[in-house]
């Protein structure tokens, strides 16, 4: 079992950058898969990025691609959301995901555990 901690949301102007961070406890970070989600109000959660076990493998949404990257360190037991280029449509929730095996990588339901989430609000 893992539990996640996000931090680094807050306000931005368009055209800043935010780095979200996710904690996980346990010693065994690293034989999980992580995503990041996010879910805008009255809007399905949606998926932004993932990373294989390793960091070796990335995958992000055609939305965020160019502007957003995820990034894993196994010795601190943190994965990272890096966002650039934010826009007013960023603006949502984004919640870290992780879990063992998922066979979708970019399907919500496919990840056990959850963080509570940050928020992320961008002005235009």
């Known amino acids: 079992q893992v539990q996640l901690v996000e931090s680094g949301g807050g306000l931005v102007q368009a055209g800043g950058s935010l780095r979200l961070s996710c904690a996980a406890s346990?010693?065994?970070?690293?034989?999980?898969?992580m995503g990041w989600f996010r879910q805008a109000p009255g809007k399905e959660r949606e998926f932004v990025a993932s990373?294989?076990?390793?960091?070796?493998?990335?995958a992000v949404a055609e939305s965020v691609k160019g502007r957003f990257t995820i990034s894993r360190d196994n010795a601190k037991n943190t994965v990272y959301l890096q966002m650039n280029s934010l826009k007013p449509e960023d603006m949502a929730v984004y919640y870290c995901?992780?879990?063992?095996?998922?066979?979708?990588?970019?399907?919500?339901?496919?990840?056990?555990?959850w963080g509570q989430g940050t928020q992320v609000t961008v002005s235009s």
């Open positions: 990373i294989n076990r390793s960091g070796g493998f990335t």
């Open positions: 995901a992780a879990d063992p095996d998922p066979r979708n990588l970019r399907r919500y339901t496919e990840y056990h555990y």
């Open positions: 346990g010693r065994t970070f690293s034989s999980y898969v």
